[in-house]
């Protein structure tokens, strides 16, 4: 079964401090896994993904991703945070044993603090 | 520039009523999905369709229809056996899955609440 756990439902962080926020999965194939981005009353964007290539992703807006099958982790980091990371950001976990179905996990709510 | 489109963005429902959420897509796009977000929840899937003319249950199908007769559009029916409909609701298409493990693309969403 594929499940996605976000360990924290809230992080705040101060203007041009790092990010880091927390995703763990479990899948019994190799699953392809995403990040994604939601600011309010808005639809998902996405971040980066990860699918079976180098462990290390960078995606958009500074952000970048470290697969790490050991761990079952896929943490979500950015070296300095700015005002208008302040969303929701979700982490998805797929893989082809489910069609490619998608599972989110519940979402952790970014605030920076000026 | 190449989309997806939801609408209305608000929509109130009636008791008994039965309301539809207009869903669009003009990526070429064979796969496509209707999600349901309720606060502190992630996002939970309703049905989705591969190809046109097919759709598949997910996780939440019951008060729910759909239908899938054209490639560019999926409207979601919430009919009056969903007793309790409000929420933001999610579409989103992909490049056909069975072979890919491509991104889901959103639109921006069609916020459901009772009246």
């Known amino acids: 079964a594929q499940s996605v756990t976000q360990l924290d439902s809230h992080v705040s962080v101060s203007e041009g401090t790092p990010v880091l926020l927390r995703c763990n999965y479990s899948?019994?194939?190799?699953?392809?896994l995403f990040w994604y981005v939601q600011h309010p009353n808005k639809g998902l964007q996405l971040l980066l993904k990860?699918?079976?290539?180098?462990?290390l992703v960078k995606g958009i807006n500074g952000f970048e991703a470290e697969f790490k099958k050991s761990e079952t982790s896929f943490h979500l980091t950015k070296p300095s945070a700015h005002m208008s990371d302040a969303a929701e950001y979700f982490c998805?976990?797929?893989?082809?044993?489910?069609?490619?179905?998608?599972?989110f996990g519940t979402g952790t709510s970014l605030t920076v603090i000026p | 520039d190449g989309g997806i489109t939801q609408s209305p963005k608000y929509l109130f429902r009636k008791e008994g009523q039965n309301v539809t959420l207009s869903c669009e897509q003009n990526l070429n796009h064979d796969a496509m999905y209707w999600y349901r977000q309720d606060p502190g929840q992630g996002l939970r899937l309703i049905y989705y369709?591969?190809?046109?003319?097919?759709?598949q249950k997910g996780d939440i199908a019951e008060g729910y229809s759909v239908s899938r007769e054209k490639k560019e559009s999926f409207p979601l029916t919430v009919t009056s056996a969903q007793k309790n409909p409000t929420a933001f609701y999610l579409c989103?298409?992909?490049?056909?899955?069975?072979?890919?493990?491509?991104?889901?693309?959103f639109g921006d969403g069609t916020r459901l609440s009772i009246l």
């Open positions: 990860y699918t079976s290539a180098a462990t």
């Open positions: 998805v976990v797929s893989s082809p044993n489910t069609g490619n179905q998608f599972y």
């Open positions: 899948s019994s194939y190799s699953p392809s």
């Open positions: 989103a298409s992909s490049i056909r899955p069975v072979y890919s493990n491509q991104p889901q693309h």
């Open positions: 369709s591969q190809i046109v003319n097919d759709f």
